[in-house]
């Protein structure tokens, strides 16, 4: 029979709706509930993509003795993180001071209260490796409950009261300038990984908005090694395993140094982020391979994840069917053997595609099974032969049982997938790829954002199947949709997309802005938890912080406004505070800073819609490095005409009957050029 959770909408609660735990979502209900029986809560957080998550439910919430025990004596709550980022992030935080990691699944046991006093993450159903099993940890719960009930509620306590005390003072540190982001190239400089590319030990994780920092800081200063850092960790990452090399799209991470076996799930984020960063390598450098990854992942995400509203899917599991065993495992979708490869290729190309791909008889991953890879030393053949090998292992694959996906669509990370998606689109002439943002654009305005008469406007966290989740949007998905609402103004020239992230970003400066300028992740009116969350570090995906700092400072360049622009460099004084000391953890915020250091320089294009010499300097402008810089394209606007959808097009007229482009910064003006050329030069284009 199905508990509560048969009515949710995320996939992760659904798939524990068929469990014996009498699991609740979380609500003032299920904390009722615990109170008035006298136990206490185990709340339990996880994401559909999750392997121990998974394994977790296997072992012990579907094992009808350990449910029974944990409905006997204990409040059961089900957290999809990727829906309450603002639970997982309070939570985690005490999971993290109290065993010094974290991670998910996470399981925590609270007070009717919502207060903590006991912390886990994945614990197995006998005792193995010094962990406890999972029923050992519910009886020695339950035994400190029931027997020491004083010392539980004083634990509880002084967990809240330390997690309480724990306020941000970044205020007061001053906007970053270049010293301090010569500081933090330092820094990365130091954990940079020279052989293997990226930063860091094993696992080791994407980098994507170091990455980005990197190019912007090489556009900026003309740092060489920032420019190679960037590169080569770009190339590192689309030979290695962590790259699908059949159908593209990145998996989370590697658990290796050297990039070959991936964790395989494939998130949406990522995947975003890396499709934007290749595309920026590209316009840097003109690497082909930058250009072919970019388009890949671009074209990954439209084919895997784009759901039927016109929306993204937040991610694809990491397991599948292993058809040899019957089992759901890691990577069973994705690795090969030598004799797999001959018996879809014959033995010739299946040779070829072994050494071509790196695939050996003793395998790189498990069972003899190998990742595919793109080693620097495979052997030179002829592109179409590969083409037709790469095409046919394709084929064979998609007879295996794919992945499940998890089609939550998460605002924040379609916001990021709307950005990447529309300048993938315009640098690349694909303006399927700018349609494609353009409805998921249209699928956020319309499901995701309430303007109900009678209370506040807000945007929701999340929608599935088209119909809108229940829970607020957090300060992540005001940023990145703000930002990716952006990005599709400045290709499509449709100053709408400019009026919605206005509206956005008027929200976070009135509902998640301090007094001191610090911003919080949760809204003034949202939900109160034992703390406040206000976490200003990037780690997977750009924090709520950074990202609205980001999108704060790109409006105020397209509209002058002195509001957005002072809350853009207040909230960077985290970026003062913490670039110098931990760069690998505040990437976006980096990124925003080269902007603000730059300028950002303000672009307006003006000219007919059907003039090719105005799409000539539009794509100059797309193209151009200069960080952060904003781009509005429309038609002339001469003084007596009034202020139109762009700000930055007022008073912008014709140059000799020609279409013109009008780079500003710093409140200076360069002279008006109907010139490509001299529009990239002014922007620090390097030509691909």
């Not at 770009?234 to 658990?255: K, P, T």
């Not at 995701?448 to 829970?471: I, M, Q, Y």
């Not at 003006?606 to 300097?617: F, I």
């Not at 780079?663 to 922007?683: G, K, W």
């Amino acid at each position: 029979m199905p508990n509560r959770l048969a009515n949710e909408t995320s996939p992760y609660l659904l798939q524990h709706a068929d469990n014996p735990v009498d699991w609740w979502p979380w609500s003032p209900e299920a904390f009722a509930e615990a109170r008035e029986r006298g136990v206490p809560v185990l709340l339990s957080v996880g994401y559909s993509s999750c392997h121990w998550c998974h394994v977790l439910a296997i072992e012990s919430f579907e094992d009808e003795l350990t449910a029974a025990y944990m409905n006997e004596h204990f409040v059961n709550i089900k957290v999809d993180r990727e829906e309450r980022p603002d639970v997982d992030a309070v939570y985690m935080e005490a999971v993290q001071a109290a065993t010094g990691q974290g991670g998910w699944p996470m399981t925590v046991f609270l007070t009717a209260d919502a207060e903590p006093f006991y912390f886990g993450t994945y614990f197995p159903p006998e005792p193995r490796h010094g962990m406890p099993s999972f029923m050992q940890v519910l009886e020695g719960v339950r035994a400190a409950w029931v027997g020491r009930p004083e010392e539980v509620a004083e634990v509880a306590q002084k967990i809240t009261r330390d997690l309480a005390g724990r306020q941000l003072d970044y205020g007061k540190a001053g906007t970053p300038g270049p010293e301090e982001l010569a500081q933090a190239l330092l820094g990365l400089t130091r954990e940079y990984d020279a052989t293997r590319g990226g930063f860091g030990g094993a696992p080791k994780f994407p980098p994507s908005m170091v990455l980005e920092f990197l190019l912007r800081h090489h556009a900026r200063t003309g740092s060489e090694g920032a420019l190679q850092m960037a590169a080569d960790t770009c190339e590192a990452m689309a030979r290695g395993g962590i790259y699908d090399q059949l159908a593209g799209g990145f998996a989370r991470y590697s658990v290796d140094r050297e990039w070959v076996v991936p964790h395989f799930e494939k998130m949406l984020y990522d995947n975003a982020l890396l499709c934007r960063v290749y595309a920026h390598l590209w316009r840097a450098t003109g690497s082909e391979l930058a250009r072919r990854v970019a388009l890949e992942t671009a074209d990954f995400m439209v084919r895997e994840l784009r759901t039927g509203q016109g929306g993204f899917a937040s991610a694809l599991d990491a397991d599948s069917e292993d058809p040899a065993s019957g089992e759901h495992v890691e990577g069973a979708y994705y690795a090969w053997t030598p004799a797999q490869l001959r018996e879809v290729l014959g033995e010739d190309d299946g040779a070829l595609a072994a050494g071509y791909f790196g695939v050996t008889e003793e395998g790189t991953f498990e069972h003899g099974k190998s990742v595919l890879q793109l080693p620097q030393d495979g052997p030179a053949v002829e592109a179409e032969r590969i083409a037709g090998i790469k095409a046919r292992l394709l084929a064979a694959r998609a007879e295996r049982p794919a992945p499940g996906r998890d089609d939550k669509v998460v605002a924040a990370w379609n916001g990021l997938a709307i950005a990447a998606l529309a300048e993938c689109g315009a640098y690349f002439e694909r303006p399927d790829l700018v349609e494609r943002a353009t409805e998921a654009a249209d699928l956020l305005v319309r499901v995701h954002f309430d303007a109900a008469a009678g209370r506040a406007p807000r945007l929701s966290r999340t929608s599935k199947d088209g119909r809108v989740g229940a829970n607020a949007g957090v300060l992540e998905d005001y940023g990145d949709v703000a930002e990716g609402f952006l990005a599709l103004a400045a290709v499509t020239g449709e100053g709408v997309w400019l009026e919605f992230a206005g509206f956005l970003l008027d929200l976070v400066l009135d509902r998640f802005t301090a007094e001191d300028g610090s911003l919080y992740d949760t809204a003034h009116d949202a939900e109160k938890l034992i703390r406040r969350p206000q976490d200003p570090t990037d780690t997977a995906a750009p924090s709520g912080w950074t990202a609205a700092a980001g999108a704060l400072l790109s409006y105020a360049a397209h509209t002058g406004s002195e509001a957005h622009r002072t809350a853009a460099e207040r909230a960077l004084a985290v970026v003062h505070a913490l670039g110098p000391r931990v760069p690998r953890f505040i990437g976006h915020g980096l990124s925003v800073a080269e902007a603000l250091l730059d300028g950002p320089r303000e672009v307006a294009v003006v000219g007919h819609p059907d003039d090719p010499a105005r799409a000539a300097l539009h794509r100059a402008a797309l193209l151009g490095t200069a960080p952060g810089a904003v781009v509005a394209v429309g038609l002339p606007q001469p003084a007596e005409g009034g202020e139109g959808e762009f700000p930055l097009l007022a008073e912008r007229a014709l140059v000799r009957d020609l279409p013109a482009a009008y780079v500003c910064r710093h409140f200076v003006c360069a002279r008006p050029t109907t010139d490509p050329v001299e529009l990239a030069e002014q922007l620090g284009a390097v030509r691909p």
